[in-house]
């Protein structure tokens, strides 16, 4: 558990000016956990740590505003690791609006696919095809290991939560598979 966390450490270093701007927004929490849990994962040659999960409360639309734009993606993607799945979704909503595909939100994106909550998964489908398959390769080729445990995660989560209505493994109807066959392909030809 951490009770601080350093948000430069979750983000590309060109980002570090623009990460202590947002973090300065974040409320404070004077007790309990703010985060939960690590995810290493290298980022085009950058080892990154994101929280597992992330315990604080939304930061106030005004604040939000005074933002830039690509500050306002940093924000959006640090509540993708909310506890709350309605947030995550929120914020995802929000990137897929603002059409963030700096390559940096990708990471945040590709952790989100290896969660249950399936409006979420259907929302992402469609960004990760924006995209090159280049910038998925060079990912995949950095990240194996991780992109698999992403898929164990997509198969485990269809087995508690989708298998009743998609009962058949790796049938194409269900989104979390057809993620899962973009990361297979990606790393296929990395």
């Not at 005074?66 to 640090?78: A, H, K, N, P, V």
Request: aromatic letters at 14%; a positive charge.
């Amino acid at each position: 558990m951490n009770r601080k966390w350093n948000w430069a450490d979750a983000f590309p270093q060109s980002c570090t000016d623009d990460v202590r701007v947002v973090a300065r927004l974040l409320p404070r929490r004077l007790f309990g956990t703010v985060t939960w849990g690590t995810i290493d994962v290298t980022f085009f040659g950058e080892s990154l740590i994101l929280p597992s999960r992330l315990y604080l409360n939304e930061v106030k639309e005004e604040k939000i505003q005074t933002l830039t734009e690509r500050q306002r993606w940093i924000l959006y993607c640090m509540y993708t690791r909310h506890h709350d799945g309605y947030i995550r979704e929120k914020y995802v909503h929000r990137l897929e609006q603002k059409q963030a595909k700096t390559d940096w939100v990708l990471l945040y994106l590709i952790e989100l696919s290896g969660e249950y909550v399936r409006e979420i998964l259907e929302r992402i489908e469609p960004m990760l095809q924006t995209w090159s398959e280049e910038q998925l390769r060079t990912f995949a080729a950095a990240n194996e290991r991780y992109l698999q445990r992403i898929e164990r995660r997509i198969i485990s989560y269809w087995d508690l939560h989708q298998r009743t209505a998609y009962p058949v493994l790796w049938n194409s109807d269900y989104v979390g598979f057809r993620i899962a066959q973009c990361y297979r392909s990606s790393r296929a030809h990395s």
